[in-house]
């Protein structure tokens, strides 16, 4: 069965980064595009980007561009996403998803990432 | 960048009636709108894709409708477990982006 799981709670001073991974099992990695969504606490969800695991070419949403960097490892099946110039709006549970918007769409487990000083 | 809004922001509305959810297009994504579901704690469901199709295992008194600009979620008979919040998302041009949300409650 599909399943992405996702690395643990984070707690970063302002100005610090963060990278989350998740992991991904029971189909191809490199067949679908994953996808990072958050949530901050009480808020919608904001799409923040896309990679591609096949080439690890990617796309942001123009607000992170510049803050955020995807990456992947076929080896071990995993995506990673790292935020940079953390402030305390970047208080959020962090998802990684495949196929949003799409049949067949699965959700990771989210990570919460906390910007405290 | 294709912003969505979505009305009202909150519905409130009693188990059995009919509810319908608006969601605007910035600028026309034909068909590629999704609506999901989410419940407090819980990651997103997807309820429907390219407008009017129904995800796998949702029940019928969910439909979708609209192309372009304008789409519509409604469920026909609200049962308890549908009070929840409801977000349109559209994927265009490799640009994707989600709606404010509509958050049905209990009247």
């Known amino acids: 069965q599909v399943q992405l799981v996702q690395s643990g709670a984070e707690v970063k001073k302002p100005g610090a980064s963060v990278k989350v991974s998740c992991k991904a099992s029971g189909y191809t990695f490199t067949s679908y595009y994953m996808h990072w969504v958050r949530q901050a606490p009480g808020q919608g969800l904001e799409w923040m980007g896309i990679i591609n695991p096949s080439g690890g070419s990617t796309s942001y949403a123009q607000k992170f561009q510049g803050r955020v960097t995807m990456t992947r490892d076929t080896s071990t099946s995993t995506v990673y996403m790292e935020l940079s110039s953390l402030r305390s709006e970047d208080t959020a549970v962090y998802y990684c998803?495949?196929?949003?918007?799409?049949?067949?769409?699965?959700w990771g487990q989210g990570t919460l990432v906390t910007v405290s000083s | 960048e294709i912003v969505l809004t979505q009305s009202p922001a909150t519905l409130s509305l009693s188990p059995g009636e009919r509810a319908t959810l608006s969601c605007r297009a910035s600028?026309?994504?034909?068909?590629?709108l999704a609506w999901y579901q989410q419940k407090p704690g819980q990651a997103p469901r997807l309820l429907i894709y390219?407008?009017?199709n129904r995800a796998t295992g949702i029940p019928a008194r969910f439909s979708g409708s609209g192309s372009g600009t304008d789409f519509t979620l409604t469920i026909s008979s609200l049962e308890p477990e549908d009070f929840a919040v409801y977000y349109c998302q559209q994927r265009s041009n490799w640009q994707f982006s989600f709606g404010p949300g509509t958050k049905v409650d209990i009247k």
């Open positions: 600028q026309s994504v034909s068909s590629y």
């Open positions: 390219d407008a009017s």
């Open positions: 998803a495949r196929r949003v918007g799409e049949p067949g769409d699965y």
